[in-house]
């Protein structure tokens, strides 16, 4: 079946929703299609916890420290164009989906409550407790509502982007696959929107939902897209040790700034040996220190203390990290919390300019699925969700700057339903899921050697023959995305000649952040 819309937006996170509201505003009489692949709400978004970086009140100091402290996470290999250019406009944009519903904790003087998280020199993260991204995720999904001009698709897998057949540097839509079917549609769009959020899905441990297979990146490789920085993989160093629970429960880094440290299994504070921030450096050194601190005790986790917060206040503040403990019996003033790092942030992506154009016409990629120039070797936290923010609106002034005057398409009605049964192939499909889970664990963990790297890639290889033999499904591309990614993240990798922010190879000599023993 072949559909026509003015825009396709390819996911229904903070960057798709935003994108789509702000397109739907200015020009109600354009057709504006979201698909996604889950139902609307799952999606990195809604699991976030911290909150979201910013500078309220414009001063030029405040500008200043936000600016350098993304550029030290970053490890001085960002666009310093692009750090300015999110940092001022982060109040804009807060205040848009303020004005849209959504709503930040303040404190007992009207004031938003700002927190401190790992790698921030000053409390700027604004929150919702410590369910900051279900809070977003409501509020737009509770916005679009009032656009008659948007249709949600859900269950939904876009599998290949669709290319001009004369202009192949020319984006015209998309092919997508009914899950619950297996039917095939083809959307045109003049303008096609990637947001399809991260990677997670590709390492055994991650804190990303199901949906983070990176198919996103996947597609635009395949379309001849440029790539760039996917040896940047953040891992959080504080998610559950919970064997076997997928995904991986997060402990927001928010209860590090709380006060909580990070302790052996002897309950002896170790970060200072590692940096002088202690457990709130930023998340590369304190994630390698973890590593580091498990080899050393040969150990399958370290732990939280959280005993110096008092009860009332953790509640308080993080009910969602407070419930989830006490339902596996740990009581947070009482007991430890054991925790791991765990894959949880790709840094790089699909290349886009400041617009989240891309390399090919016509074809832009906001949020977690893109490479922007931010987050540089490793990001800063709460800096994803106003990244997302501020390259919606990017790429919504400038998709929109150069529409064409062709009539407004009018959108079928089309029926999503939910996916009932797994097939064989499905059961097939995972198995290999796990083998790549496996492989890229072991060799593109946060500490790689370029032997391991090389015997990855070529474990790959035999792993992507017997992709091939699986039954045609939306779940075979699924995996071929997996095995893509982990192929960028690989190859990228050996690329990589320096370490560098997350980046870290035993074999490349002066180390910046050299663990000590
Ligand atoms: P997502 O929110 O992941 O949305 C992706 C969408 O694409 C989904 O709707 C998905 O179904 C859809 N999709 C994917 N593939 C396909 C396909 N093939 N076809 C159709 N649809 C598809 N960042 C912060 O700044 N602050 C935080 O406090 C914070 N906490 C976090 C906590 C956790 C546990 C996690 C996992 C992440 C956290 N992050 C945080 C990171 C942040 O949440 C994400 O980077 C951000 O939400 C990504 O938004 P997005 O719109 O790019 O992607
Ligand atoms: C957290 O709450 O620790 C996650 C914040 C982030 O990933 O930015």
Redesign the pocket.
Known sequence: MKIRTDFLI?????????YAIKVATDFPDKSILV???????????????????AVLIPSESDYQSHYQDTLIAGDFLNSSSIVDLTVKSASARIGEIISWGASFDKNGHSLYDLCL?GGHSQKR?L?HKDI??LE??RTLLNKIKEFPSIKILTH????DLILHPRHSDTCIG?Q?INIATEKEYKVFSEKTIV????I?QVYKN????L??????IA?AARAGAAIESMEFVQF?PT?LFSKGEN????I???VRGAGAILVNHKGNPFMNNYSGLGSLAPRDIVARAIEHEMKKEQAEHVYLDCTNIPIASFRNDFPNIYYKCRSINIEPDRDLIPVVPAA??LCGGIKTDQWGQCTIKNLYA?????STGLHGAN?L????????LVFAHQAYVHSTASLSKASPSTLPEIHSEKPEKLTTADIEADRIKSSINSLMTDHAGIVRNTGSILSGIKELDTISEEISLLKSS?KK??IL?LAGIAGLILRASLQRKENKGLYYNTDLIQPKHKIRA
């Open positions: 390819i996911g229904s996170g903070i960057a798709g929703l935003t698909v996604t692949k889950s139902n609307e709400l799952e999606s990195n978004t809604r699991y976030a916890q911290g909150g979201i970086a998280e993260i929150h900051t991204g977003i995720q939904f897998f876009a599998n998309a997508f947001c399809t959020g991260g997670g991650t804190t990303n939902p949906i983070a297979t990176g198919d996103g597609m959080h998610a995904p991986s429960f997060l927001s880094e928010a949880h942030y906001i949020g977690e699925c893109a990001r936290a709460s800096n994803s969700l106003l990244e997302a939306y591309t699924e995305n």
